[in-house]
């Protein structure tokens, strides 16, 4: 079991920067795949970003490349996505993600991929 608490959310105008991050407790020992997620109203949940605890290679979404970083700090069991030159179509509700199967899959970007979800965290970006 792994509990995910997101928290950082909030308001910017494009351009912008916002940091999330996801605090983790549980069975975080094992290697596990930890990710951010993000839901428009009316769209599909797409995956943002992923990063194993193992090797710490992260994996990103073409649409946020260059703008968005994903880092682990396994000593605190947090997730944090640092997001830069923001649009107003990165805004979302923004989840944090975790699974516990070990590495991260090739199709990371599925939800249907991650056992546990935190409870989100709104993103708005205004023109």
């Known amino acids: 079991q792994v509990q995910l608490v997101e928290s950082g959310g909030g308001s910017v105008q494009a351009g912008g920067s916002l940091r999330l991050s996801c605090a983790a407790s549980g069975n975080t020992r094992s290697r596990i795949c930890m990710a951010w997620f993000r839901q428009a109203p009316g769209k599909e949940r797409e995956g943002v970003t992923a990063i194993n605890t193992g090797v710490g290679i992260p994996l990103y979404a073409d649409s946020v490349k260059g703008r968005f970083t994903v880092s682990l700090d396994n000593a605190k069991n947090t997730l944090t996505l640092q997001m830069n030159s923001l649009k107003p179509e990165d805004t979302a509700m923004y989840y944090c993600?975790?699974?516990?199967?070990?590495?991260?899959?090739?199709?990371?970007?599925?939800?249907?991929?991650?056992?546990?979800w935190g409870q989100g965290t709104q993103v708005t970006v205004s023109s």
């Open positions: 993600a975790a699974d516990l199967s070990g590495y991260c899959p090739l199709s990371w970007q599925m939800p249907t991929k991650f056992n546990y």
